[in-house]
């Protein structure tokens, strides 16, 4: 059967079933005639246990897991169960709480006590740990704010500015063993702002749907990766005026230099954040 014919069959949209094809979680054949996938009535099939078990948070990689049978399906769901029972105790313990500071009539921030509310102060903020742990990757949510795009996408312009009218007629874009390898006009150099802008409208938006899928973090993964990628084209640009001017040689260094930073900055955050077992007490 065709796309169409499948859309009608499990109510999906057409794009869920052509990304569920990219990830490997589906396997059409082709109609010899045409070249056209040819869904069966197994595909079909398969297609609403994926999006069923999407539903219920689990990720595309233990779908994956569980289709390759390197882990089996009750074993995925007794981990996602856990995984919720422990959201929904937090949810249920925060509620009563508000509830609880609601029947308070004289409250306020002034008047309030924590430990009217909590018996053993030491012990509540040791369950609240995966709280803490955001409150302390300030540096990771800088990063990923709009605001720092904005920032890198004006330095890139004014870089271009600045420097425009001291550039000769043509600056390098590519460089092998310290040597210029391709040159272009040098109105190129106004294209890294527009880099940054279809990295932020165009780039990120696909990182997104490719990390949300097995992650609850992916928006954050998501806009720091596009806001390093920025970052590295303004490092580029850089370098390009500092060897036009023989101040700099190797671009290689520059790039490992923003790799290393850049990543090992995320995975710190990303450590702290308990991305593994958010949501898991220790």
């Not at 009535?41 to 994926?50: F, N, P, R, T, Y």
């Not at 981990?79 to 949810?91: A, K, P």
């Not at 800088?142 to 720092?148: A, E, N």
């Not at 023989?246 to 991305?275: P, Q, R």
Request: proline share 3%.
């Amino acid at each position: 059967m065709t796309i169409k014919e499948v859309e009608e069959r499990t109510g999906l949209a057409r794009s869920n079933i052509r990304f569920y094809e990219k990830e490997k979680l589906l396997h059409p054949s082709r109609n010899e005639r045409n070249g056209y996938r040819d869904y069966s009535e197994s595909d079909v099939e398969d297609l609403k246990k994926i999006a069923y078990l999407r539903t219920l948070g689990i990720t595309i990689e233990d779908i994956r897991n569980v289709i390759q049978e390197k882990v089996s399906l009750p074993e995925i769901l007794e981990r996602q169960s856990e995984r919720l029972n422990e959201q929904m105790t937090d949810l249920d313990r925060a509620k009563a709480l508000c509830n609880q500071m609601l029947h308070d009539r004289e409250l306020s921030y002034e008047t309030l006590q924590v430990e009217r509310y909590v018996n053993e102060l030491k012990d509540y903020w040791e369950q609240n740990q995966p709280v803490f742990r955001l409150d302390t990757v300030s540096f990771v949510w800088f990063w990923c704010s709009f605001q720092t795009w904005i920032i890198l996408t004006v330095l890139c312009l004014l870089v271009g500015i600045l420097f425009y009218s001291k550039l000769p007629p043509q600056i390098p874009v590519q460089w092998k063993l310290g040597i210029a390898s391709t040159l272009v006009r040098k109105e190129f150099i106004f294209a890294y702002p527009l880099i940054c802008i279809a990295i932020r409208y165009f780039l990120r938006p696909c990182i997104y749907v490719k990390v949300q899928m097995n992650t609850i973090y992916g928006k954050i993964i998501s806009e720091y990766l596009s806001n390093s990628l920025c970052f590295v084209a303004l490092s580029a640009e850089i370098f390009s005026v500092l060897f036009v001017f023989g101040l700099a040689e190797n671009i290689v260094t520059v790039f490992l230099a923003d790799a290393v930073v850049l990543l090992g900055l995320l995975a710190v955050g990303l450590v702290k954040m308990d991305l593994r077992g958010f949501g898991r007490k220790e």
